[in-house]
C-alpha cells in the first residue's frame, strides 16, 4: 500500500462589474490558506515545476484543442500545450490580460497580435482568424430577454 497526500486547494471567485473585476472571497479571511494551503494558481505552477507533470499538462491540453472545430486564441494556445500563465510570461504581461484576449479579442492591438503570433509560432493570419472565430461563437449566443421570457 502507499500513502495519499490529501490537501485542500482554494478557488478565488471573480466577478466581472461594469468592466471592473470584483473578487468575491478576501484572501485574508480563507481558512484553507489561514491553514497553509494555496491558490489554484499556485498549485498548478507548483505541479508544472515537475517535468513529467508539466508534459502531461501540456498534452492534455493539446488534447483538449484537438477535439474542438472552432479555432479561437485560447485553441491556438492550447495547441501549443501553454496555460495562460505559461503565455503571459513569455509575453511579459499577466495572466488576465490573456484571459481577456481570449474572451474579447477586438481588446487586442496590432503589436499584441504581432507579439502573440510569434509566442504562438503561427501567421498574424492565424490570429486573426482565431480571433473572428471568437467573435462569431460569441455573436451565436442570444441574450435571454423578456419577451423570450414572457413566452413560457
Known sequence: MGNVAIGAVTFRTTLMRHDRTVVVEDSQS??????????????LAQQERNPAM????AAMRQRMAAGRTACG??????RKG???AQLAASLETSQPNIARWEKDPEQ????????????????????HNAM???DSARAQVRP???VE???H
Open 30 to 43: 480563507d481558512p484553507v490558506l489561514a491553514r497553509g494551503g494555496m491558490e489554484l494558481g499556485q498549485y
Open 108 to 127: 487586442m492591438t496590432a503589436r499584441s497580435i504581432q507579439r502573440l503570433a510569434v509566442a504562438l509560432q503561427v501567421s498574424e493570419q492565424d490570429i
Open 144 to 146: 435571454h430577454t423578456q
Open 82 to 84: 501553454l496555460s495562460q
Open 149 to 151: 421570457h414572457a413566452d
Open 132 to 134: 473572428k472565430s471568437t
Open 73 to 78: 486564441l485560447a485553441t491556438l494556445r492550447q
Open 54 to 57: 508539466a508534459a502531461a499538462m
